[in-house]
């Protein structure tokens, strides 16, 4: 049985917060190391990072495996009309001398 939307959209969730929460916290450490952690603190603006990217890259992800696993007709039902158009030759024009 094939999961449903919401339970994709569960799954990118987490996987995509997973993956904000890992950036979140090499990028707030770099900046942490570079600037220093000014009057929040540095727990306060580690987890500030980490919780803002989790939040994005999670709501992304959502979106995005919802999105890419729609429902699709299979190649075989699609029996759509091919017109093919006749081609015509191609015909050199005697005042062009190369």
């Known amino acids: 049985m094939e999961p449903s939307a919401f ?3 569960k799954m990118g969730a987490t996987m995509g917060g997973t993956v904000g929460l890992c950036i979140g ?7 942490l190391m ?6 929040k603190g540095p727990i ?18 959502a ?8 429902n699709r007709l299979p190649v075989s039902n699609m029996n759509l ?13 005697a005042s062009i001398h190369l």
């Open 63 to 70: 979106i995005g495996s919802v999105v890419r696993s729609e």
């Open 81 to 93: 009309p091919v017109l093919i158009k006749e081609r015509k030759p191609f015909q050199q024009h």
């Open 7 to 9: 339970d994709k959209m």
């Open 25 to 31: 916290f090499v990028f707030g450490s770099i900046s």
């Open 34 to 39: 570079r600037f220093g952690a000014g009057t």
């Open 44 to 61: 306060n603006m580690l987890s500030q990072y980490m919780l803002g990217s989790a939040a994005s890259f999670g709501f992304f992800m």
